[in-house]
């Protein structure tokens, strides 16, 4: 885990892409230990309205981390990513927490989907354009419209 201190000599010194990836990663580790160690009950217990729960967020990020990272940077279709395209028909799906997925098991997937996630954009450009299949591409900033 980055500590926040480590984080910010990193940042302090470091190039774009450093420093980017260490501020992901620290926020990454940090949302992971705040549930890591709870219990199950406490994990899954529902504080407000909504279907929010400590694992239901551990799931959306994991999914969150899925659609950006793979589908719409890698542009690996939806209908392939069964998180992804649960969330196109029910969309606070991934906060739903089934019986059999411990939170344990939910932080593991999550560190492996944080693991594909980097993997995925280090094959890219910190300044690569990919477009968004309803909005386009947008312009680079800096760039006058025509």
């Known amino acids: 885990m980055t500590d926040v201190f480590d984080t ?9 892409r450093s420093t980017l990836e260490a501020f992901l990663d620290y926020y990454r580790s940090a949302v992971a230990a705040k ?15 909504s279907r ?7 799931k959306h990020l994991t999914r969150v981390e ?16 069964p998180l992804v ?13 089934g019986p059999d997925e411990s ?6 997937r999550y560190a492996e989907q944080c693991a594909r996630s980097r993997a995925t954009a280090a094959k890219f450009d910190l ?14 900033a800096g760039s006058s419209p025509t």
């Open 8 to 16: 910010g000599a990193i940042a302090a010194v470091a190039d774009e």
């Open 35 to 49: 549930v890591r160690g709870i219990s199950e009950d406490d994990a899954r217990r529902r504080l407000v309205p």
């Open 52 to 58: 929010t729960t400590m694992a239901g967020l551990i």
């Open 66 to 81: 899925m659609s950006w990272f793979q589908h719409r940077l890698g542009q690996v279709p939806a209908e392939d990513l």
């Open 85 to 97: 395209a649960a969330v196109m028909e029910d969309e606070e799906s991934d906060f739903f927490v």
């Open 103 to 108: 939170v344990e098991r939910l932080l593991a």
């Open 127 to 140: 300044d690569e354009v990919v477009p968004h299949p309803v909005l386009g591409e947008a312009p680079c």
